[in-house]
């Protein structure tokens, strides 16, 4: 019950098509117990006895979060070994966990949504997301970072312009 029924309804969908398209399993899970496991061997179990994974080698990613011992984890079979690379995951917690912390868990699951459709993208072009290679973490703080000084010096050249023609 993290979600309201839209919300829930609206991530299934945009889960589904990213799935389709990519055909790479892209999941969401949440649970009330990791049953004593590990994050991590919950992840993987629930992966592979739950029929995720699409094609011969079951490429996907899964991602749990247990709301009982509050604990994540995620998992990659196939094709999403390659595209989530571990920087690759670390970027990806580092972009959703502002958003579990403030418990918008709708707007944590469709980032997490998003940025699994543009790993994979990458990683089809043979070059995947990792150390070396990171897409910029410019966020809403850097575009407003960005901006100011923008507003700032264009604000600044029409007084000057004004000023000129006085």
Do not use: H
Request: net charge negative; charged share 25%; glycine share 10%.
């Amino acid at each position: 019950d993290l979600l309201v029924e839209d919300e829930e309804k609206s991530l299934v969908g945009k889960l589904n098509e990213i799935s389709e398209r990519q055909a790479v399993d892209v999941v969401v899970v949440t649970v009330d117990s990791l049953g004593g496991k590990t994050p991590e061997a919950f992840a993987d179990d629930y992966f592979d006895y739950n029929g995720y994974g699409i094609g011969a080698d079951r490429d996907g990613i899964v991602f749990v979060i247990s709301m009982g011992e509050r604990q994540m984890a995620m998992s990659t079979r196939g094709f999403g070994i390659t595209a989530f690379t571990d920087a690759g995951q670390d970027y990806i917690w580092d972009m959703i966990m502002p958003y579990i912390s403030n418990e918008t868990y709708a707007t944590a699951f469709n980032e997490f949504a998003d940025l699994c459709d543009d790993f994979i993208t990458q990683a089809k072009t043979g070059e995947p997301y990792d150390v070396d290679n990171m897409p910029d973490k410019v966020g809403v703080l850097g575009i407003i970072m960005w901006l100011l000084p923008s507003f700032g010096i264009g604000a600044g050249i029409s007084v000057f312009l004004k000023i000129g023609r006085a």
